[in-house]
Structures are given as structure tokens and as C-alpha cells.
């Protein structure tokens, strides 16, 4: 392991000395516990809206739950040096999880707004950890 890529001490997601999370499941650990924050947040805002009259609960966009994930996310792609590599991987990762989103959030119609919202932002959460992650490493050692 050369020391470029050497985990730092301590901390948690455990990240390289570029400052890139070493674990697909460090990756998805801190994205799902975003999603939970953002959700909860959301659940609060809603239900403080709802109890003051200004709207129903349950109708607050579940989507705006994925802000706290994308953040983690764009932090990792950023940390990554430019390159093909962690572009192509970073649009593979936004389509198939936008995608995936749009097809859970298509399924759970019919549920209010923040419960589908909350289900598609939990599948984009998964997805795109677990596109962008095999795969800007993969395409790293091939072209780098």
C-alpha cells in the first residue's frame, strides 16, 4: 500500500490521505445516515407546517431528503484528482440513481408526497453509492 493511499487515523467514513472514502460501506453508512437526517427533518418541518395551518402533513417533497447524501457525495467525487474516471463515473452513478429514484417513487404513487419522495431518495442514496463507488475505482486503475 503506497502512502498516498494509506487510511488516515481514526474518524469516520475512513478516508485515503486524499481525503477519499477507502469503504463502499463507509460510503453508504454516512449517505443512509444523511437520508434518515434529512427525512426526520423533513418530518419536523412538515408536521410544524401542518400544525400552524399551512398545509396537510405528509405533503412536503420526500425528495429534498437526498440533500444531506449528495452533499457526502459531491464531498468524495470532489476529493477525487480530475480525470475521466471519476466523471464517467459520477454521470453513470446520477443516471442510474436518478433513474432507480423515478421508478421506486413511480411505484410508491398513491402515498403522499414525503413518503414516495422519502423511498426514492432512499433508493438514489443506495444506488449511486453503489454505482459510483465500484466503479470510479475500477476506472481509476484502468486508466490511471
Do not use: C
Not at 15 to 22: I, P
Amino acid at each position: 500500500m503506497s502512502e498516498s493511499s494509506k487510511p488516515q487515523a481514526g474518524g469516520f467514513p475512513r478516508r485515503d490521505a486524499q481525503g477519499r472514502v477507502v469503504a463502499l460501506g463507509d460510503l453508504l453508512g454516512v449517505g443512509l445516515a444523511g437520508l434518515v437526517i434529512g427525512l426526520l427533518a423533513l418530518l419536523l418541518f412538515d408536521w410544524g407546517f401542518a400544525t400552524v395551518g399551512a398545509g396537510d402533513f405528509g405533503q412536503a417533497n420526500g425528495w429534498l431528503a437526498i440533500i444531506l447524501p449528495a452533499w457526502f457525495y459531491w464531498d468524495d467525487f470532489r476529493s477525487w484528482e480530475f480525470g475521466a474516471a471519476r466523471v464517467v463515473a459520477a454521470l453513470a452513478a446520477v443516471a442510474l440513481s436518478v433513474v432507480g429514484g423515478l421508478l421506486v417513487a413511480g411505484l410508491a404513487d398513491g402515498l403522499p408526497p414525503l413518503l414516495s419522495g422519502g423511498l426514492a431518495a432512499a433508493a438514489f442514496t443506495v444506488l449511486y453509492a453503489v454505482v459510483w463507488f465500484p466503479g470510479v475505482h475500477w476506472l481509476a486503475r484502468r486508466t490511471g
